[in-house]
């Protein structure tokens, strides 16, 4: 038979139980006391959590405790299914918990996370609402308290809380369930938000590694096809204009201005040479491939720096055998990035550049004596680009399983300090000059 002393209450908190008042529920004040030290628990447990598991843990952990209790779970609303599942549970067998899936509506639970209302069941296996007899009664299930897990007026799930024999909860443990309910509403709410935050943070970060990659790549096609194609077309048509002007000069063929204008087009073709030979040093670094990583900083550094009039040091340790072609690439945009800056921004008079591989990392260090900027603030990419260079330095370590920690302060220099571990194999490694890139 169902309980004839089940009650449903409107969802208001525990010390405001307005309309659901009986003999078990005056509030005298050391009841009040103990709801608020209870509640009180439960909010500190799972304040600043951010992981919702560990937040429906921690809640339901400690609301077992705050009730002497064993026995409990919460379930949670799947948005797509409209379906309710254990999430955490304690006291409960694997097969009850796994098995356990109600519609809204459905059963008491259902019924909770469909109404937002509470209910206080004596014996749950008498009771005709319940939804999965065979169930309850093979887990032994008898009295039992489902209440809604809140935030602002949404129900986000139902926290249930159950006992091996009957009539073994009062209404006052309903009421403060209830309110800790709300507690634990928000917190899941948060962790959600917190959650989804951290998965577009995932994406947005994976698709910025993968523009890096593409980046790289595309460079690469270009300068190969600047190469391959271009290049060679122009030097194919510089010799054809030379053998037009030996001839021309052999067999006094056309007047001196003619000769002069054969000369300036055969000077144009040189001077697109070089300047193509210029884009594709800067699309591709030949000095990485030809020199290793140390050396083509140290010389991309005293090239761009000195003429600025920046005293520049450079030196490199360990750096013997040739790196995977990402680590090299990433490491030496990395460090054109860095010195650019020290070059735009910096008004340095020195900047100190080393690169050393140790037992486990290569570490590369970007030091500047200029006027440095607050670095303690969150990398900002705005409109004008601004900031996109440290940001990608940034993504660039990561890209590589390591760290780039920007260190300055106005007034103080710039340090930038590139770790990146070395846990790749020799196999992986470039043959020094085999690599025609
Ligand atoms: N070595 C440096 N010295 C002084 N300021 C720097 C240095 N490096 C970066 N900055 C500051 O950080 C800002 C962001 O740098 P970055 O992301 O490379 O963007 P951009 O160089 O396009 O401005 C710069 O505009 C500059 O104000
Ligand atoms: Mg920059």
Known sequence: MASTNERDIQPTSAADSSGAKTQDSESSPEKLYGELLALSRVSAAVSGLRDLDATLEVALDTMLETMDGSIGGILLIDEQTQTLTYRVYRGLSDKFAEEMTLKLGEGIAGRVAQTGKSVLVEDLSTDPRAAWHDLISTEGLKAFISVPLRAKDTVLGVLNVASRSPRHFTKDDMHLLHAIGDQVGVAIEQAELYDQLRKERENYRWLARHMLIAQEEERGRVARELHDETSQSLTGLSLNMQAL??????????????????????????????????????????????????????????????????????????????????????????????????????????????????????????????????????????????????????ERASLLGGTCDIHSQPGKGTKITVKVPVYWSKADARDKGTDSR
């Open 245 to 394: 002007m030996e001839i021309a000069n052999a067999s006094d063929f056309g007047d001196a201005a003619f000769k002069a204008k054969l000369e300036k087009a055969h000077n144009i073709t040189l001077q697109l040479g070089s300047e193509i030979s210029k884009i594709m040093k800067s699309l591709r670094p030949i000095a990485l491939d030809s020199l290793g990583l140390g050396p083509a900083i140290r010389q991309f550094a005293e090239s761009r720096l000195q003429p600025a009039g920046i005293n520049v040091s450079a030196t490199y340790e360990g750096m013997e055998e040739r790196f995977p072609s990402e680590v090299e690439f990433g490491l030496y945009r990395i460090a054109q990035g860095a010195i650019a800056n020290i070059a735009w921004h910096s008004q340095a008079k020195n900047a100190v550049i080393s690169v050393r591989r140790t037992s486990a990392e290569l570490i590369m260090q970007i030091e500047d004596d200029g006027n440095g900027f607050d670095a303690s603030r969150p990398i900002e990419v705005d409109e004008s680009g601004r900031g996109r260079g440290l940001f990608s330095m940034k």
